[in-house]
């Protein structure tokens, strides 16, 4: 059985930075991706980043590029979501999911097992 577990979230103030994680067991050896999403209040989730597991091909949406950095670490079945200089529009549940077949895109919403979400929550 397949789990995700996300941690990491919390309050920070604009400008500072959290680290999320996410935990997983039970996926397949031969799974292709790990992605982050997030969903702010009265809006629809959306693409945040996403990394194969081979580590060959990584993707970032524009809203996040050149603050975010996300990286993974399979001997710990973990992938981390750096985020550094944070403002308040980045509040929001921030999910991770797991792409088991290759995609054309990173950024598509049909992952096949997400996580129940960590709050992330910055003031101004």
């Known amino acids: 059985q397949v789990q995700l577990v996300e941690s990491g979230g919390g309050l920070v103030q604009a400008g500072g930075s959290l680290r999320l994680s996410c935990a997983t067991s039970?996926?397949?050896?031969?799974?292709?991706?790990m992605g982050w999403f997030r969903q702010a209040p009265g809006k629809e989730r959306e693409f945040v980043s996403a990394?194969?597991?081979?580590?060959?091909?990584?993707d970032y949406a524009d809203s996040v590029k050149g603050r975010f950095a996300i990286s993974g670490d399979n001997a710990k079945n973990t992938v981390y979501l750096q985020m550094n200089s944070l403002k308040p529009e980045d509040t929001a549940v921030y999910y991770c999911?797991?792409?088991?077949?290759?995609?054309?895109?990173?950024?598509?919403?049909?992952?096949?097992?997400w996580g129940q979400g960590t709050q992330v929550t910055v003031s101004s």
């Open positions: 999911a797991l792409l088991i077949r290759r995609t054309f895109s990173l950024r598509t919403m049909n992952y096949d097992f």
């Open positions: 039970g996926r397949p050896f031969n799974s292709y991706a």
């Open positions: 990394m194969s597991w081979s580590g060959g091909n990584s």
